[in-house]
């Protein structure tokens, strides 16, 4: 679904992913580990689209698709979500209309007609009760006040909403305490299916006693510097990084 | 006065009101009197304190006929392309400031008078307010109008009388060439009256300059209430400038919503409100959206007369493409107004780089016992926040005007009727989409 093919990106002319190689097939959950700074976040934002970011070598497939060629709404509509370290807040546009409006844009995208409103809200209605999310926030300003919790839990409702073939969560289980981690977890599991893939960012194992990944990469210095199974998280979380950073450097050295 | 300026036949060689208009009407008197203190004002210039970002001269330079008995004529077709889509009211159309009867449903409410002002001349209410706001005393163009207006709308509401749903008044403005209109209203709400209503613009030639020169006089005596909408989008081949002058007795609420959209060349707003009693509450909304060459200028004025007045106001602006911005917003504290509540705040997106705003709060005050702030901001959109509405598959154009709506939205929020509500978010979408597209 995803081909990712000797990435390079910088930004301000900084040099951040240094050529990463990554191939993501359906119904795959796919788990990013790094130490800080690695490249973890900057390479969900060159998938995104993300502006400030320049690609200098390499490609990345969408199901045959050039992904870089597409503008951000053009790579949501072919079905790419990322869901926000630090969701935005934006006062004055409700949730639900954010949501309507990004859904018929998704729609017309593919031909399909705007959603009746009883239909949005039906549909509303299940995918909140699906991931838990609270009702009452749903007609709020998106994510205007909301805790940090909350505002990762709506990234979670909006994934349920868009229902994408890729979604990147992007470290969101920062600043979740236990219970709000297993709600979020709980709704991820739920929408997992044969025809999705997911890829999961994150600093700790913990998350991964949750959501079991398929396979575990460890992005060091830009590139990925080991693929492992799940094994690969709990042995990580044991030992730390700084094992795997020698192992690089050693290698760099001969 | 084809070869010269109307800005020049205005400042020398205009003739008085005994010349114009109907001798014998009521109000010649203060015709006169208005006439000669325009001429003691002058017109102002660059150097003018309060003209100093509007250069008025600019926009008078052309010869423009002095429209005074030119009726000018529209259609109910016409009139139907300046509706509010399920807007439930009273429609008055105007053309060139005067009321056409056969266009409008005037309520048939007893306590509701809606005429001519050249009609009610006579009426001794009329007589007792009419050009007697102190704001106007210091405006020469708002000299020039009660000297020299052609007619207007005249509207009192009896005390306690209301109305079961808004008037909305259509100005449409039509000129076979150049024409300098002057239209004057005057609206009186009596003791305890309350009444809602929208004013929207409608220009009909485009091949024509107009420049509109008018004044709308609001009286609400104690504990009266005005919902007062006042809506500004017309074509691109006009320039608008408008005094309104409301004094407030005790207990009395005025709420008025200033929307500025496009495409007139030139807006010159002068906002002014006295309050002369006590426990008044006064909301002065506005929000201007200018796109191409656009000149937008609110000065608003809140004179805090009495002890334990509340005023709050809230304007703000989205300028795009080449847009100019202006706004002065001045509150005046006197010795005796103590306890009064006083905010105000001006917010600017701009959304272009050549766009531009000046803006200046002028706060003066004079009594110790008192809550006065003031705040102005300009920004620039958040990149972040489209980023993030993007990347959920929302396009370009659809995510900064969902950003400007939400920019306008502590305006459009505090607009009590759902159609024009709705009216005013459409627009928007359509006008940040044009200049996206231009």
Known sequence: MLTIKNLHAEVDGKQILKGINLEIKRGEMHAIMGPNGSGKSSLSSVLAGRENYTVTQGEVLFDGKDLLEMSPEDRAREGLFLAFQYPVEIPGVSNLHFLKTALNEIRTYHNLPALESKEFLKLTKEKQQLVDFNANLMNRSLNEGFSGGEKKRNEVFQLAMLDPKLAILDETDSGLDIDALRIVASGVNKLRSADKAFVVITHYQRLLEYIVPDFVHVLYNGQIVKTGTKELALELEEKGYDWLKEEVHQKESV | ?438
């Open chain 2, 1 to 438: 006065m084809s070869e010269k300026s109307f800005y020049e036949f205005i400042s020398n060689g205009v003739p008085g009101p005994e010349q114009k208009v109907n001798a014998d009407n009521a109000i010649m008197p203060a015709r006169k009197l208005a006439f000669s203190r325009f001429r003691e004002l002058g017109l102002p210039t660059l150097k003018t304190e309060e003209w100093r970002y509007t250069n008025i001269q600019r926009y008078l330079k052309d010869a423009f006929t002095l429209a005074q008995e030119e009726e000018g004529t529209v259609t109910a077709a016409q009139i139907s392309t300046a509706g509010i889509p399920h807007l439930d009211s009273y429609r008055i159309v105007l053309v060139n400031g005067r009321l056409q009867t056969d266009l409008s449903q005037i309520p048939a409410n007893g306590k509701v008078t809606i005429s001519k002002i050249s009609d009610a001349a006579g009426n001794t209410q009329l007589q007792a307010w009419f050009d007697k706001h102190p704001h106007l005393q210091s405006q020469p163009f708002a000299a020039l109008n009660a000297a020299l207006f052609a007619d207007g709308l005249f509207i009192e509401v009896s005390a306690n009388a209301s109305l079961d749903k808004p008037l909305h008044i259509i100005h449409t403005y039509t000129a076979s060439a150049n024409a300098f209109i002057q239209p004057r209203h005057l609206v009186l709400l009596h003791k305890s009256a309350t009444l809602e209503i929208i004013e929207s613009s409608l220009g009909l030639n485009d091949t024509a300059i107009t420049f509109v020169n008018t004044v709308t006089e609001v009286v609400l005596e104690e504990n009266a209430e005005l919902w007062h909408y006042n809506l500004q989008s017309t074509i691109k081949n006009s320039r608008h400038l408008s005094h309104t002058s409301t004094t407030q007795k005790a207990d009395s609420r005025y709420h008025h919503f200033n929307f500025t959209l496009p495409a007139a060349e030139m807006t010159r707003n002068n906002l002014s409100v006295a309050l002369t009693g006590s426990n008044t509450e006064t909301n002065l909304h506005g929000l201007y959206l200018a796109t191409g060459q656009q000149h937008v200028d609110n000065h608003t004025f809140v004179d805090h007369l009495v002890a334990n007045c509340n005023s709050n106001e809230l304007y703000k602006g989205v300028l795009l493409d080449n847009a100019n911005g202006v706004f002065t917003g001045k509150i005046h504290v006197h010795q005796d107004a103590q306890k009064t509540n006083a905010f105000q705040q001006n917010n600017n997106l701009l959304m272009s780089e050549k766009a531009n705003i000046n803006s200046q709060p002028q706060l003066e005050i004079y009594a110790d016992d008192v809550k006065c702030s003031h705040g102005f901001t300009v920004g620039r959109f958040s990149d972040e926040a489209l980023f993030y509405l993007r990347s959920r598959g929302i396009g370009e154009e659809a995510a900064k005007s969902l950003l400007v709506n939400a920019f306008a939205f502590d305006i459009t929020d505090q607009v009590h009727i759902p159609a024009l509500q709705d009216f005013l978010a459409e627009k928007i979408r359509q006008y940040v989409a044009g200049a996206i597209n231009n």
